[in-house]
């Protein structure tokens, strides 16, 4: 099923990634999203329509939650968990910064590691910069820092303490609507933006699978996609484990000839062998229900379907068109009304 995946509670990592790092996601370009809807408040943002009521009465009723784990931030609404970007992480690490430092001293150890942890995130490139050296330095900053602090807090736990405290303050007192606006400032600057479940049908910026949500849009027409997203193939297939496929959803690809014939050029490459587009050598069956007369579009590097079509005409086989009107008057006696109602 090359033409989506599962993102789900977002445990997908790259789906993951996308959502803590925005376009400075070097997964970035796996999905099909649109960084630039005609909405102007989802411009390099990412719509997540995964509420169950409208944002502001889910954020005042205490639902979005921020959670401090293994060296990193997360914001939790029911089974959801979503990364928050570490670039806006010291927003919470600063609150109450004054009071532990007064506690602690200035120039206590785990304090001064604590501050430079803080400044090394403040100092992220920002989660819009999708030029490639930016990215890898966002990458490689992020995971030093995040490690950094999981030692850090196993090492001091007045740190541990503070943190929590934070985020205890960041998550607000239900009843006290002004308790929640420092937590709605820093949802504000995620690279995804949370909203109330039936907003999806017109203002989603994601190629969804129909319209399922949790069912992402890939785009395996770029080449670095598909070699990702078919790498434990291409090693069965070079290690002879398999030798067909059954290929589902193949119209919702961007495009389907394409994308066969690049399935059938790693299977060319994994056996060493020739390729011709005369010659396909992986067995590819497409999972697409055929009607009447329709044929399988010309040039799929395919050999035919999964067998609808023929499943269709063995049915037949079954059925007496004889009885029909019979059928009619027992369903018109059952019913009441005729079998054209």
Known sequence: ????????????????DVL???????????????WYPVK???????????????????????ELTL??????????YFDHELPINPRQAPRVYRTGL????????PAEPHLVEFLSIISTLQKLPASTDDRPDQIEERQREKETARGRLQRLVSDAPRILRHIEDAVREFNGVPG???SFDALHELLEEQAYRLSYWRTASHEINYRRF?????????????????ASIHRLLADLIRNERVTGVRIDHPDGLFDPKKYFNMLQDLAAEAWNLPRSTSWCPLYVVAEKILSGRERLPAGWAVHGTTGYNFTNQVNGLFVNPEHARRMRRIYAKHTGHSACD
Do not use: C
């Open 210 to 226: 129909f319209d399922v949500n949790g069912l992402a849009g890939l785009r395996v027409e770029d080449p670095e996609v598909f």
């Open 1 to 16: 099923m090359p033409n989506h995946m599962g993102i789900g509670t977002a445990t997908n990592p790259w789906w993951r």
């Open 40 to 62: 102007r408040e989802l411009r390099r943002k990412l719509l997540l329509p995964i509420l169950g009521d409208q944002y502001g009465q889910v954020l005042e009723r205490g």
């Open 20 to 34: 803590e790092n925005g376009r400075a996601s070097p997964a970035a370009r796996f999905f099909d999203i649109d």
């Open 67 to 76: 959670e401090f784990r293994e060296g990193t931030l997360l914001l939790k």
């Open 176 to 178: 006290r609507p002004e």
């Open 98 to 105: 004054t009071k532990l430092t007064s506690d602690l001293g």
